[in-house]
């Protein structure tokens, strides 16, 4: 048994101890996401305002202490991932064991919660979830003061973004520089390949693939010297109300200059989350196809694209012909996430 599969086993055992039976922050049964920087299992209701802080918990800094690990792992981005699903790094699965989950957890980040205080309960509004998850681990106000972290700029923020929460009831919302923004779900982008990718160096390249939505950015690991890569990676992103294209673009890796580009794509997330959203959950649904985005001379599409559910979950493979470059496609793997399920 390896290593990794080995942790794996010791992560799903601290899963299965009582007190990470419930969510760490609202308290709903059967957590199934965890945040491995924080230490906690949490639903899916609460894992996407998770993900939502990432992008606002910025250099955090914090004088040595008995929990400074908990504090280094904040200086990352969030990471939420499903605990259901083995692609957990090793780091993560440590970081996850060493925390010891929700009561240690919360033994830390709730120690000072006032007294008459309301937690969040499994019914509670996204506004009143995402109030609370941002006082607990970005302003860390419940926390022994002489842990607490002076942040910066993104208390300020916090503190005005709670007068504009708006009513939308199955979205949350946070304010960021750039406005308001409100997610509805979940999009997980498995880039499986490239092939025949162009040239840009001597005889090979070193790519690497760049997601953007809205604000949002993910990029893969670079391959070396490689036309036909397999990154076989999952990049996730968080998908708001008003959401546009997903754009791929493919970038050789350049050591001693600027990357150059080795085109580009964009992927309409529509066919997905409307199918999705009109048939529901799909965990209720046996396998079948529930939409299509079909090629055509205004996309980037390399064949016709099926949206389907596949053992509960709503997957779509698309593979693209990458635009404004001499050759190349990608393939990808995208699943849709509700917030609302
Ligand atoms: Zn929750």
Redesign the pocket.
């Known amino acids: 048994m390896s290593t990794s599969r080995d942790k794996m086993r010791k992560l799903k055992e601290l899963l299965h101890k009582s007190e990470n039976r419930i ?6 049964p059967d ?1 199934k996401w965890a945040s491995a920087n924080i230490g906690v299992f ?6 996407g305002i998770h993900r939502s802080l990432g992008t606002h918990i910025s250099k955090v800094s914090l004088a040595a202490t008995r929990k400074k690990k908990l504090f280094d792992l904040l200086d990352e981005s969030m990471i939420v991932l499903s605990v259901t699903l083995d692609e957990w790094t090793d780091d993560e699965i440590n970081s996850m064991l060493e925390v010891g989950g929700n009561s240690y957890a919360n033994a830390i980040y709730e120690a000072f919660l006032p007294g008459g205080y309301h937690k ?1 309960h ?1 019914d509670s509004s996204q506004e009143e ?1 995402a109030d609370f998850i941002r006082s607990k681990y970005e302003l860390q106000e419940f926390l022994k003061p002489s842990l607490r972290i002076v942040s910066n700029k993104s208390s300020l923020q916090a503190m005005d973004s709670r007068k504009d929460i708006g009513n939308a009831s199955n979205s949350y919302s946070f304010k960021s520089e750039a406005g308001m923004v409100e997610f509805i779900g979940i999009i997980k982008v498995k880039v499986i390949r490239g092939t025949k990718l162009a040239v840009r160096d001597i005889l090979s390249s070193d790519p690497y693939v760049v997601l953007t939505l809205g604000q949002q950015k993910a990029k893969t690991k670079v391959i070396k010297s490689n036309l036909n890569p397999v990154w076989n990676e999952v990049l996730t992103l968080s998908v708001p109300q008003k959401y546009g294209p997903l754009k791929l673009q493919v970038y050789d890796h350049d050591v001693l200059s600027r990357d150059d580009i080795m085109g580009e794509a964009e992927v309409d997330l529509q066919p997905m989350i409307t199918a999705a959203m009109a048939f529901g959950d799909p965990g209720l649904l046996s396998d079948m196809q529930i939409g299509r985005w079909l090629m055509s001379r205004d996309n980037a599409l390399a064949r016709d694209s099926a949206v389907s559910v596949v053992g509960g979950r709503v997957k779509q493979e698309v593979s693209l012909r990458l635009q404004n470059v001499e050759c190349g496609e990608v393939d990808l793997e995208l699943e849709w996430i509700a917030l609302n399920q």
């Open positions: 969510c760490a922050d609202c308290s709903s957590p949490i639903c899916l209701k609460c894992s969040p499994p979830r």
